[in-house]
């Protein structure tokens, strides 16, 4: 992953260019992320009771999950919150955040539109547009803003 030690696989095409991105901000303006804190696919028979199944079909990640008891809220300073609730409003609905779920879990961030909605392509596209601008994306330092 761009920015960071970590890698992941996930659904390519724009499933892969939202949650890439999720994850490069988080590493940028959260927590550095190293090798392994980053998880995205797992078959089915390997995700534990109450996890998202997302991360069966690529278009889920979870960031350090060891780092986040399943279950809990709170595990996370008020600038790393307001950090993810920014990058939440930013991804306009097409991704979803663990911690804000009934049975939480603060590590998971998961698209939460089909393959073939028009907000996840334009935010896929949106998102590589940015890549290609300097100055665009995640890891851009805002001077004076």
Same mark, same amino acid.
């Given at each position: ?14 499933? &892969?260019?939202?949650?890439? $991105? ?5 590493? $940028?303006?959260?927590? @550095?992320?190293? *090798? ?6 797992? @078959? ?24 986040? @008891? ?9 600038? &790393? ?28 961030? &998961?698209?939460? *539109?089909?393959?073939?909605? *028009? ?27």
């Amino acid at each position: 992953m761009p920015g960071s030690a970590a890698s992941v696989s996930v659904r390519a095409g724009d499933p &892969e260019a939202i949650l890439i $991105y999720v994850a490069r901000r988080f590493n $940028y303006e959260v927590r @550095p992320l190293g *090798k392994g804190d980053v998880v995205g696919f797992r @078959p089915l028979s390997e995700i534990a009771a109450g996890v998202s199944t997302n991360l069966a079909s690529g278009t889920a990640i979870q960031i350090l999950p060891g780092s986040f @008891p399943f279950g809990s809220r709170g595990n996370l300073f008020g600038s &790393e919150l307001r950090t993810i609730r920014s990058l939440l409003a930013e991804c306009a609905g097409v991704v979803a955040w663990g911690g804000d779920s009934d049975n939480p879990d603060e590590s998971l961030f &998961e698209l939460v *539109k089909g393959p073939r909605d *028009k907000d996840l392509a334009a935010l896929g596209t949106r998102i590589r547009q940015w890549n290609d601008e300097s100055g665009q994306g995640a890891g851009t330092v805002m001077i004076g803003a």
